[in-house]
């Protein structure tokens, strides 16, 4: 997955990249892909980040993720219910095999999920409520009241959307030892879009899950959204620190009007580089 990008360090990334037939969002022509096309492969600059393999029906069968000098450090098996739901998601260590943990994920009304995870078979080290829109876009991420021996931890996000883009969420996040509290703050993250359609998005409808390992788990924000339309700025407020604000730079295919790269920052001093690659699964 892509380099964390944590609330008390900006990690500064320089890449290279090959291009494409391309253009830039400023002069852009096609503001929704041709077809429905599934991402392949994302890079960091040249180093890819994640390959995606496909079960018949655009489900994720297998992911391999984190790359490590140019070498993929982690599998991930999906496993789905009768109804084609995911239910769980194990996670290996190429190197070794070494099962590291698993998410499994139970199913209620109204689109809610319950995500556990379990390094160990038994109880689940922790359990996050979820729910999903009918874009696949996760609207609620709250982790129950977490009580470990003498550790108490809550983590929760408030999430608002308008015309099914994620503007603003805010991240509250406590952790309390032996009746003393040792973490509490809030942080808000604001979001703008462009007019382009997001290439992703039917990625995230058929496969909602992989927002918890391609957002939640690699950034404290999310920065790859399964919003309708595409990033254009986003404006980070952690709480005890001056805000921050990026402008999001994104190319597009000039054929297909895919999202080809999207840069995080200028073009010489950047977060993150990510660069897309597809495959075509169905026309429209």
């Not at 994720?60 to 009768?82: E, P």
């Not at 496969?207 to 999310?222: A, H, I, K, R, S």
């Not at 660069?275 to 026309?283: H, I, L």
Request: charged share 20%; proline share 2%.
């Amino acid at each position: 997955m892509i380099t964390s990008f944590l609330r008390n360090s900006a990690i500064v990334l320089f890449f290279s990249f090959v291009g494409a037939s391309c253009s830039k969002n400023s002069d852009a022509v096609s503001t929704k892909a041709d077809s429905v096309y599934m991402p392949v492969v994302i890079y960091n600059g040249a180093t890819p980040l994640d390959s995606f393999v496909y079960n018949d029906d655009n489900t994720l069968a297998t992911v391999f993720c984190q790359s490590v000098n140019s070498a993929y450090g982690t599998r991930m098996d999906f496993r789905y219910n009768i109804s084609g739901q995911c239910k769980s998601v194990q996670y290996y260590t190429i190197a070794n095999g070494k099962l590291e943990y698993t998410d499994s994920l139970l199913y209620g009304l109204n689109g809610t999920v319950a995500l556990m995870r379990f390094y160990e078979v038994g109880v689940p080290d922790f359990t996050y409520k979820m729910q999903f829109n009918s874009n696949g876009a996760l609207t609620t991420w709250v982790m129950d009241s977490l009580i470990v021996e003498l550790a108490k931890t809550v983590d929760a996000y408030k999430l608002t959307f308008s015309n099914d883009n994620l503007t603003d969420f805010t991240h509250h996040y406590y952790y309390e030892y032996n009746g003393n509290v040792r973490t509490d703050f809030t942080d808000k993250y604001t979001f703008e879009y462009d007019t382009h359609a997001n290439s992703l998005l039917e990625f995230f409808r058929k496969n909602p899950y992989m927002q918890v390992p391609m957002c939640w788990d690699q950034f404290d924000g999310l920065l790859i959204t399964s919003s309708v339309n595409v990033l254009s700025k986003v404006s980070i407020n952690f709480q005890g620190m001056d805000p921050e604000s990026y402008v999001v730079h994104n190319t597009y295919d000039a054929t297909t009007g895919l999202l080809t790269r999207q840069v995080l920052g200028d073009e010489t001093n950047y977060l993150f580089d990510l660069n897309m690659r597809y495959r075509k699964v169905a026309n429209k």
